[in-house]
């Protein structure tokens, strides 16, 4: 008979022991179920991030694409080089040449190692509104009023260059995958008159509206304060020297219409002798109106033009003489009635006879 209370004690120890490896069992079977699980999720995520990598990459390949096609669509539309700056506006624009150029633009560039294709109904002109910020499609339409802009999707989908085969992501039924991108350009009002045309001359406003499209009229500003030599309001010290040089290498600074300009009164000969000696190389004739320098000039509203003033329009004139001695100096024009391109301006600006011809990506 066993007395002490240890009698059970190997069996005890046994009975334990079983218990431990049965756990030990169940738990290794636990692992491996986690294992595989973990495994699972492991691959799931790894075929996440490497499809998705592939994925972004292409939808940047055709955004850049997009955006190239556009920009060039648009600036096919008005496809205005070299001198002379300011030319007659386009009207209607080169549409079918803008649609041809967004595609071919567009197509010289390669998306997942295949050149990018672009059907013409993925061409779409149209107005894009500077002022809301919107794009309205007007692909029947082909005007200055309703055409300054292009919009261009490239797609590789399973209707257009093919769809993006996918990698790890089959493992889990997902073959491949469709990926868009889309850009707008447009053209529009200049933001400001560009570095290099000259633009020399500010017009007092209430007198401009005395004027009639087509007439002639001429700058006295000795006589009355009608106009004024002008230069950015960034140059406080504007000098005959200066305006020459502007004059005789086509190259007045920017005036943004954002800033002002400064006005300087009284007739400089030296000033008109080089206004007069670029103004047969420049002139053209332009029908309805006669042969001249056709410039675009920043109208001021102010009395006195001795002073700084903002730029409340700008309005395009064509230059025919220029008489710089005797007692009567002056600059004679014909009043124009637009619009007009500027070569290099930038788009941008409030409604005015000026328009840009260089393109700018809005969506």
């Given at each position: ?163 993006v085969f996918l990698t ?135 009395i006195k033009m001795n ?46 006879l000026v328009w840009a ?7």
């Amino acid at each position: 008979m066993c007395t002490d209370g240890f009698c059970n004690r190997p069996l005890r120890r046994n009975l334990n022991m079983k218990r431990f490896l049965a756990i030990i069992k169940d738990r290794r079977g636990m692992i491996g179920v986690l294992t595989a699980v973990s495994l699972f999720m492991f691959v799931g995520l790894l075929a996440i991030v490497i499809d998705l990598g592939h994925l972004h990459a292409v939808r940047n390949e055709l955004q850049r694409a997009a955006e190239a096609g556009a920009l060039a669509g648009t600036r096919a539309l008005f496809p205005l080089e070299g001198y002379p700056s300011v030319v007659p506006a386009v009207d209607p624009p080169f549409c079918d040449l803008g649609t041809a150029k967004a595609r071919e633009t567009a197509g010289a560039n390669l998306s997942d190692g295949a050149s990018v294709t672009v059907p013409i109904s993925d061409v779409v002109r149209g107005w894009w509104d500077w002022t809301a910020n919107t794009f309205t499609p007007k692909p029947a339409s082909c005007s200055l009023a309703e055409t300054n802009a292009i919009q261009v999707t490239a797609r590789r989908t399973e209707a257009s260059g093919g769809p993006v085969f996918l990698t790890l992501a089959r493992l889990f039924g997902l073959e491949s995958a469709g990926v868009v991108a889309s850009a707008t350009a447009a053209v529009g009002y200049v933001s400001g008159l560009p570095p290099g045309p000259f633009n020399n001359i500010a017009i007092q406003a209430g007198w401009l509206g005395t004027l009639t499209v087509g007439g002639t009229f001429s700058f006295s500003p000795d006589h009355s304060d009608n106009s004024s030599w002008a230069g950015p309001d960034s140059l406080p010290n504007i000098n005959a020297a200066l305006l020459k040089n502007w004059i005789n290498n086509n190259s007045s600074p920017e005036m943004p219409l954002t800033g002002g300009v400064n006005l300087i009164n009284g007739w400089a000969t030296s000033v008109l002798m080089a206004l007069q000696s670029q103004l047969g190389p420049n002139s053209k004739t332009y029908p309805g109106y006669g042969t001249g320098w056709l410039v675009v000039l920043p109208v001021v509203n102010v009395i006195k033009m001795n002073q700084s003033a903002p730029i409340v329009a700008l309005q395009p004139v064509i230059i025919t003489n220029v008489v710089p001695t005797g007692g009567n100096k002056r600059i004679e024009f014909i009043l124009y009635g637009g619009p007009v391109s500027v070569i290099g301006g930038t788009p941008g600006g409030p409604v005015s006879l000026v328009w840009a011809t260089r393109p700018k990506l809005v969506q």
